[in-house]
């Protein structure tokens, strides 16, 4: 693995910590699928872990009604605690497990409560300040690539061991 130089406007993914941090962003956030805007936002909450491009975070409220449905999968971050899966669902298209949610985040990561993160691979798009996301490789994580991030990031084949 060659860690790449940020360029200017970059941040590099192995400045991020471990345990990752949490912080609030301003910038503007959205999904789609089948055609419909599924989430907008300009307050959502960014999680920032050594080689993994962010995850963003959408508050609830910011998400629209009736576009999530809970699907009784669940999984364990030993970081964030116990995270719950929805279904998304607009205009005729419907993706199983496609985001997450920490409704009850270990201590240190209360302020997300219940924030929505959705895997871009699986959604129409996903945009910040308007940029189409790129997906994290791998299907496993659920990180946003954009310009301003440096890599390489983890996930694709072979990076299991970083």
Avoid: N
Wanted: hydrophobic fraction near 30%; proline fraction near 13%.
């Amino acid at each position: 693995m060659r860690r790449e130089k940020p360029g200017p406007g970059q941040e590099s993914v192995w400045d991020y910590p471990r345990p990752p941090r949490l912080e609030r962003s301003g910038r503007a956030v959205t999904v789609t699928l089948g055609g419909v805007l599924v989430a907008a936002s300009d307050r959502a909450w960014r999680v920032l872990e050594t080689s993994h491009p962010p995850v963003w975070y959408l508050p609830a409220d910011d998400v629209t009604p009736g576009c999530l449905t809970p699907t009784g999968r669940t999984s364990y971050c030993e970081f964030k605690g116990t995270a719950d899966y929805w279904s998304v669902s607009a205009g005729g298209v419907s993706r199983p497990d496609a985001a997450w949610s920490y409704p009850h985040p270990s201590p240190g990561y209360e302020p997300m409560t219940g924030a929505v993160a959705f895997y871009p691979a699986l959604m129409d798009g996903c945009t910040v300040d308007g940029e189409p996301v790129q997906p994290q490789p791998g299907g496993f994580y659920g990180g946003w690539i954009t310009a301003d991030v440096a890599g390489p990031v983890k996930g694709a084949p072979g990076t299991g061991g970083w």
